[in-house]
């Protein structure tokens, strides 16, 4: 995860293989807003 954060620094998640996926902001509103928009992306990519 490190190296993922060093080499893409303006990033905002990592999706990490058996974990799932990692979101960071500067507020837990945004975190939490942003971690909502990955589910829903991800629940209608893999139906």
């Known amino acids: 995860m490190a190296e993922a954060i ?6 905002n998640s990592v999706f990490v293989r058996r974990h799932g996926i990692y979101v960071w902001e ?3 509103q ?3 807003s942003m971690a ?3 589910h ?4 209608v990519h893999f139906k």
């Open 6 to 11: 060093r080499k893409y620094p303006n990033t």
């Open 26 to 28: 500067k507020t837990w």
């Open 30 to 32: 945004s975190a939490k």
């Open 36 to 38: 909502e928009c990955y």
């Open 40 to 43: 829903y992306s991800f629940e």
